[in-house]
């Protein structure tokens, strides 16, 4: 097991902080680390693309666990996997496409593992027929605060306390998935152009559940009679009738490390104050609004560039700056539409540099404790950290999403107040006394642990 002292973040680069760090080549290491540790405790940590502070431990511990990923076998004729955390969505697609499989939900990017998509319960793109992660995962192991790993299964206190708990009840170190059948490794999209925000909750709307996987770029630069305008893709799994003839092999994107994981400008560090001026975040948002169809139907996509596009990105992350980038992701639920509304036009009115905004449909709600998604409407964006007011600015959205009884996703926070989650999740009582049972030395701890009071 290699130790080391090294300063982290999360993927949006603010507020790093100094951890010793360790790498286990095996459970037993792992619950050695967890045995052993100090008066900070420690907290899990996969591939760091959790934007906020979730996988950090300012002076404890954090236990890497992207060395554990073994696929432990695929039972391919009941359809499911028994692999270790630290495994990839990118790879596990990479290994169960070929099969007729895929996992059960996959989220905008497949560099997450199986435990951050479980202590995240990360929804998908089709939450209103799936759920999130966590609903599809039949048994884990809990590395728990004794040092000891226990089989944990759905239906108990412990497992909906996990799912979504971010760490915080122990150190999930594998699990058992169940997996969704596809006959191709194709999927046929729909692409619509929708000029304001009312058009584009409508065309959400229409036709109900038919196409399953659906998500919208918003324009949060346009102001106006075009405020909210937006792109709906919609899509779903193709059928060996929908393959053209001529279709060969498909060919997956390439591995993390090549052209997607290089910067947009190769050996340019961030800038002190970033490239995304309210000016130019306007342009670009509007080539992208202007060069899309009005109406598509029918396209095929390998199910990789579907699902994980921007993957195939370069990074964007000097964009906005040595300050990093803060991503807010809210929810409200159906009747809410009107604050929806608010929180467009007020960004749109701040001319806030704002190119990546994310909106989709939320079903039931998941079991998790802390679990984000309810049914209603998710809104994620990134905005440069350094903005002037921008802290202020959030608090009060915050205010306006808790008013509508609506919350602000945990696992990608970076500056929530602690009384403003407590607000947002009525379960947060309930998951602080069963930690307190189980851990009652707290064991398990993080920089948004500690700044939240979970």
Request: include cysteine; proline fraction near 7%; hydrophobic fraction near 40%.
């Amino acid at each position: 097991m290699s130790v080391d002292t090294v300063s982290l973040s999360g993927w949006g680069r603010t507020a790093p902080t100094t951890a010793v760090r360790f790498r286990p080549r095996g459970y037993e290491e792992a619950a050695a680390v967890v045995r052993g540790r100090g008066p900070r405790g420690v907290i899990a940590r996969g591939l760091g693309r959790s934007p906020g502070d979730a996988a950090q431990n300012a002076g404890g511990s954090v236990l890497d666990l992207s060395g554990l990923a073994r696929i432990g076998g695929v039972d391919a004729a009941a359809g499911v996997v028994r692999c270790d955390a630290g495994v990839s969505l990118e790879r596990l697609l990479r290994v169960l496409l070929p099969l007729g499989w895929l996992p059960p939900v996959l989220p905008g990017t497949g560099r997450v593992t199986v435990g951050g998509a479980i202590g995240s319960d990360l929804p998908g793109l089709d939450h209103r027929r799936a759920g999130s992660f966590a609903r599809h995962v039949s048994a884990l192991e809990l590395l728990t605060a004794d040092g000891e790993v226990r089989t944990v299964l759905p239906g108990t206190a412990l497992f909906d306390a996990t799912a979504g708990g971010l760490g915080l009840t122990g150190v999930v170190l594998g699990a058992t998935l169940r997996l969704r059948r596809v006959s191709t490794g194709l999927m046929s999209v729909s692409t619509e152009r929708a000029g304001d925000l009312d058009d584009l909750l409508a065309r959400f709307t229409a036709g109900g559940d038919r196409l399953p996987y659906a998500s919208a770029w918003v324009d949060l630069t346009a102001r106006g009679r075009a405020t909210g305008r937006g792109i709906l893709t919609r899509g779903e799994h193709a059928t060996p009738d929908m393959r053209p003839a001529h279709a060969g092999r498909i060919r997956l994107p390439q591995r993390s490390g090549g052209a997607a994981g290089r910067s947009l400008f190769p050996g340019l560090p961030p800038l002190p104050g970033g490239l995304l001026s309210p000016a130019a975040a306007a342009l670009c948002n509007e080539v992208r609004y202007r060069g899309s169809p009005r109406a598509r139907s029918g396209e095929l996509r390998p199910v990789p560039a579907f699902f994980h596009a921007s993957d195939a990105l370069p990074d964007v992350r000097p964009l906005y700056g040595r300050g990093g980038l803060v991503r807010y992701r809210f929810a409200v639920g159906y009747g809410q539409e009107e604050t929806l509304h608010r929180v467009v036009r007020r960004i749109a009115a701040r001319r806030s540099p704002a190119v990546r905004a994310v909106l989709q449909r939320f079903g039931a709600a998941d079991p998790g404790l802390l679990s984000f998604a309810a049914p209603g409407w998710s809104l994620e964006l990134d905005l440069p950290a350094s903005l002037p007011g921008l802290g202020r600015f959030l608090d009060g959205v915050d205010e306006e999403v808790a008013a509508a009884g609506g919350r602000v996703c945990l696992a990608q926070d970076s500056r929530m107040r602690p009384e403003t989650a407590a607000a947002m999740y009525p379960r947060l009582a309930e998951f602080r006394e069963l930690r307190a049972r189980l851990d009652p030395a707290g064991a398990f701890r993080s920089d948004l642990s500690r700044r939240l009071g979970l």
